[in-house]
C-alpha cells in the first residue's frame, strides 16, 4: 500500500499542489489502515468512514477533503491500469455537505505580539526553542505567510541582505517574495546565532536542538513543530491559529490605509473577492466614517 501512496504523489506531482497532494497522502493513509483492500472500495465504505469522521468530532471540511481525495485516488487506480478498477459511480449518492463560514474568524494584530511571546516564555523551557517559537511568530505576522509556506522554508530562502524572504512552496506552486520587518530581522539573527551554537548545519529553517538534528525537518516533522507550538499557545489564548496571524497581518494593513487591492496581492491571493470574503478586515477609517451619520451628532 505504502509503494502505491508513493506512486499516487508521482502521478499527481504535475497537476496538484505540493500542499494538496501532502494532504491527500495523509487522508488516504488513515483511510487504508481503516479499509484494508485498496481495489476495492464501495458506496458503503465511504459512507461507513464518513460517518466516522462526523462522530469523532471533524468539521464538514474534513468529509470534504475526505471526499476529494479519494476522488484524486479513484481517479490515479483507474488511469494507471488498463481497466477500471474502482468505479466512480460510488460517489452517485454520497452527498457532500456544505462548509460553514464561521461568522466571526479570530484575528490576532500585531499588538498582541507581547502576549504571544509570554506564552511561549511560560511553555517552553529550552532557549533554543523559545527563540525558534519567537522568530516563527514574528514572521508569520509580519508577512502573512501562510502556515505551510513558513513551514518549508528553507534558510537559503532568507536574504536578510535585502530583506526579503523568498516562499516557493507556496499554495498553487507560485513562487512569492515577502519582505522582513527590522522587528522580525532582529529575531531571525538571534535564531541564526543560537543555530551556530548548537551546531544546527541543516538546511531547513524548522528543527531542533538535539543531536540528530541534521535531518530533513520538512513536511509532517515540521508541521508537528508549529502544530506543537499552536497547541502550546491556545492554553494561553483560545482563539490563537497561525490564520489568525494573516488575517491580523491583513487587518493591520488596512488599518494602516492599504487599499484592499495591495492586501490582496500581499495574501497572495488570486482574486480580491476572496480578500473582501474570507478576512475580517476592520477598518477604523471606516469606522470614523459611519460616526459621520446623524444619529451620533447627538
Known amino acids: ?30 483511510f487504508f489502515k481503516w479499509h484494508k483492500n485498496s481495489e476495492n472500495i464501495t458506496e458503503n465504505d465511504l459512507r461507513k468512514y464518513i460517518d466516522l469522521i462526523k462522530e469523532s468530532g471533524k468539521t464538514s471540511s474534513s468529509v470534504v477533503g475526505f471526499v476529494s481525495a479519494i476522488k484524486s485516488y479513484i481517479e490515479f487506480v483507474n488511469k494507471t491500469n488498463s481497466k477500471i478498477i474502482i468505479s466512480p459511480i460510488i460517489f452517485q449518492n454520497i452527498l457532500v455537505p456544505k462548509i ?3 461568522r466571526r474568524q479570530p484575528v490576532i494584530l500585531y499588538n498582541k505580539v ?9 511553555r517552553y523551557r529550552h532557549e533554543f526553542s523559545v527563540l525558534q517559537a519567537k522568530t516563527l511568530i514574528m514572521l508569520y505576522i ?19 541582505d535585502n530583506n526579503i524572504v523568498y516562499l516557493y512552496k507556496t499554495k498553487r506552486d ?6 522582513i520587518a527590522p522587528t522580525a530581522k532582529k529575531y531571525i539573527l538571534e535564531y ?3 543555530r551556530e ?14 543531536h540528530n538534528s541534521n535531518i530533513e525537518y520538512c513536511g509532517n516533522k515540521a508541521h508537528s513543530i508549529t502544530n506543537y ?3 502550546q499557545i491556545k492554553k494561553d489564548i483560545k482563539d490563537f491559529n497561525f490564520h489568525s496571524l494573516r488575517r491580523g497581518f491583513a487587518t493591520d494593513l488596512a488599518n494602516s490605509g492599504v487599499s484592499i487591492y495591495d492586501i490582496s496581492q500581499l495574501l497572495g491571493h488570486e482574486s480580491i473577492n476572496t480578500t473582501l470574503k474570507c478576512y475580517v478586515i476592520r477598518d477604523n477609517r471606516i469606522c470614523e466614517a459611519a460616526k459621520n451619520h446623524p444619529a451620533y451628532k447627538i
Open 1 to 30: 500500500m505504502q509503494k502505491k501512496l508513493e506512486n499516487y504523489k508521482l502521478f499527481y506531482k504535475d497537476n496538484l499542489s505540493e500542499v494538496s497532494i501532502y494532504i491527500y497522502h495523509g487522508v488516504l493513509l488513515r
Open 100 to 102: 460553514k463560514t464561521k
Open 114 to 122: 507581547r502576549l504571544i511571546f509570554n506564552s511561549i516564555e511560560k
Open 142 to 160: 509580519t508577512t502573512g505567510a501562510r502556515r505551510h509556506e513558513i513551514e518549508n522554508l528553507n534558510i537559503d530562502d532568507i536574504d536578510l
Open 174 to 179: 507560485k513562487p512569492k517574495v515577502c519582505l
Open 192 to 194: 541564526f546565532k543560537i
Open 197 to 210: 551554537k548548537y551546531n544546527i548545519e541543516n538546511k531547513y529553517f524548522l528543527t531542533s536542538y538535539r
Open 229 to 231: 507550538l499552536a497547541m
